[in-house]
């Protein structure tokens, strides 16, 4: 039986992340990226998928876990009738080589350990060789692919595994060291476990010292920016969305998808969430990550992209793994890369707007780049197109893709007005107007006095919440209020939102799934809006009760079965919990930038 997603911890080195699961065992582990071949699958398998598993020898241990700090280093505590150990896992990097060190130490009476190493190569589908080296560590290779494993005690080969057995007495340690390079280098030299866990917790400490908290909950935006550091890649600056592929948003179910890109639809919520936290380096090299990225013809433009910006992002199916808890198909790639979806211009200026305001460094290039994305962006705003959902179900005119069209002129616009740039701006707010007004006729509906999912439809959307926040109509907006009691009652479930009714059939795809956490903390960005303070972080606070014991989120939740759904750790989740808690305790977070000099009403 597979474990909960909340029942797994993350490690990694702003390179990649791994999965560890209250048992011991890392289910999950791509080197040395994100995005690359799974060497421990068994999450969307089972353990010869791959794992690395260490946990007493004994059934029925109690589990308790911590991150040690302000930072991602995994502490896990098994106690058992005869004593008491801890298991201290992290990553590192060094100069082409990507460590997972494990560390047991013994803290009470004698416990009996067990090991079991299954390395699958190729998202579980490749056996490696394995051979042991000169100087005593087990190399396991396939192709361009090695792992290196460095260990304090004996360990030996049974069926294609790595297995040892150990005690562990009150004060003794035992050390593991998993390195992979390239098969084709000079293989990596070996290096202290207790000097990297000392560098690995200053490098997180220091780095968590930047922190500028909010007035309150600032324990969980302090864990949520810790997630979105380790998503991010050290080097690119590109965040990915989650670190895994293919969990579901219905367990059994198809809506499967790989999540370890990045997507410009982040870009905005990224950079509030970064800038009120205090930490412009890393808002800085995601805006650079983000011109980058979309530099080229406009017309390429996508919606995501990998870690180094990488466009190729075809989606296939890794048809030898059964899915999490049977939930297939496994997708490796993401097709919804080539889609048209219109609100990712408006996401793209509106961030370099911000950025322009936060003082992070004029840019001459990247002026010219927002007018060449504009001047095409007139030439297709009104078509329709997939969508912030990534629908697969055919293209309409959805009400939010013409809204955040809207966006992107009228924050070029603002750059005008208030940075003294040059641009067409008489033809930029005869487009804007052209927009708003066909938005208000065409994506409201008049009998639910509420804007709808698109045009000519009677279906709600949560992505309709977004009108208020970023300043399309002011939040006292008879339309506003109305769009907003519509989503209360139409698409909160539990005290939670839904993105729109699968039932409905618009995404082309089996109904079914949980309810969106980042909607619902949209929801309280709108009682913010609209002063219902007190709903407001009330809401808050049960999003909050929604995190594991770690204070880690996924996409989704599942109000029946009491648990989270898709892909994990999720960014978007995390963004959303930052800026909501910055809104709630201050007038610069997001949702009151965003909303400020908002579109007199059109009718």
């Known amino acids: ?75 896990t505590d098994f106690e058992t009738r005869t004593g008491t150990v801890r298991v201290v896992d992290f990553m590192t990097w060094r100069d082409g080589t990507s460590d997972l060190v494990r560390m047991v130490y013994g803290m009470h009476g004698v416990v009996a350990m067990r090991t079991e190493l299954i390395v699958r190569f190729g998202y579980g589908a490749v056996v490696p060789w394995v051979s042991r080296q000169h100087d005593g560590r087990l190399e396991f290779i396939a192709g361009p692919d090695r792992l290196l494993l460095d260990s304090d005690i004996p360990l030996g080969g049974r ?4 297995v040892g057995e150990f005690e562990l007495a009150e004060g003794e340690k035992v050390g593991f060291c998993l390195s992979w390079s390239p098969s084709y280098r000079p293989a990596p030299a070996k290096f202290l476990a207790s000097e990297a866990l000392q560098k690995t917790e200053d490098f997180w400490s220091s780095w968590a010292a930047g922190f500028t908290p909010p007035h309150e909950r600032s324990a969980a935006v302090m864990r949520s920016l810790l997630v979105l550091k380790a998503l991010s890649h050290r080097e690119t600056g590109g965040i990915v969305a989650a670190a895994t592929t293919s969990l579901p948003e219905k367990i059994g179910g198809a ?12 870009a905005t919520f990224t950079l509030y969430a970064l800038l009120g936290a205090g930490f412009v380096r890393e808002a800085k090299a995601w805006r650079e990550w983000l011109i980058r990225a979309v530099a080229g013809n406009p017309a390429d433009i996508q919606i995501m992209y990998g870690a180094a910006g990488e466009c190729r992002l075809e989606e296939y199916e890794a048809r030898w793994l059964s899915g999490y808890a049977g939930s297939s198909p496994v997708r490796v790639g993401n097709a919804a890369a080539r889609q048209l979806q219109l609100d990712v211009y408006g996401e793209v200026i509106d961030a370099l707007y911000v950025a322009r305001k936060a003082g992070l460094g004029a840019n001459a290039a990247s002026w010219d780049l927002e007018c060449a994305l504009l001047t095409h962006l007139e030439t297709i705003w009104d078509r329709p197109d997939n969508g912030i959902w990534e629908v697969r179900g055919g293209r309409k005119h959805f009400t939010h893709s013409k809204v955040m069209a809207w966006v992107a002129f009228d924050r070029a616009i603002r750059s005008v007005e208030e940075f003294g740039l040059s641009g067409p701006v008489e033809r930029w707010r005869e487009i804007r107007d052209v927009i708003h007004g066909q938005v208000c006729a ?16 009677k279906s709600l959307d949560a992505s309709l919440l977004m009108i208020a926040m970023v300043g399309f109509l002011p939040p006292d907006d008879p339309r506003i209020r109305g769009t907003l009691a519509a989503v209360e009652k139409g698409l909160v479930r539990d005290g939670f939102v839904l993105r729109y009714h699968t039932s409905e059939g618009a995404d082309g795809l089996p109904p079914g799934e949980g309810v969106f956490l980042a909607c619902s903390f949209w929801l309280a960005d709108n009682y913010i809006l609209q002063g ?23 996409e989704e939740y599942d109000p029946s079965a009491h648990r989270q759904l898709g892909n994990f750790p999720q960014a978007f989740s995390h963004l959303a919990l930052v800026n909501t808690v910055h809104n709630l305790v201050d007038t610069r977070g997001a949702v009151h930038q965003r909303s400020a000099g908002a579109a007199r009403p059109t009718r």
């Open 159 to 162: 069926d294609l595994r790595t």
């Open 532 to 554: 219902r303070l007190d709903e407001a972080r009330k809401l808050l606070d049960r999003l909050l009760a929604l995190r594991n014991d770690l204070g880690l989120l996924a």
């Open 255 to 266: 809506r499967n998808w790989d999540y370890r890109f990045c997507w410009l639809r982040d």
């Open 1 to 75: 039986m597979s474990s909960r997603i909340e029942d797994y911890g993350a490690i990694g080195n702003c390179e990649t992340m791994a999965l560890v699961g209250r048992d011991g065992s890392i289910d999950w582990l791509g080197f040395p990226r994100f995005d690359s071949a799974a060497c421990f699958s068994a999450l969307l398998g089972d353990c010869e998928n791959g794992r690395w598993l260490i946990s007493p020898a004994a059934a029925g241990p109690r589990i308790t876990r911590r991150y040690r700090g302000d930072t991602m280093i995994l502490e």
């Open 442 to 457: 065409a994506g409201y509906d008049a009998e639910q006095n509420s804007f709808v999912q698109s045009y000519g439809s």
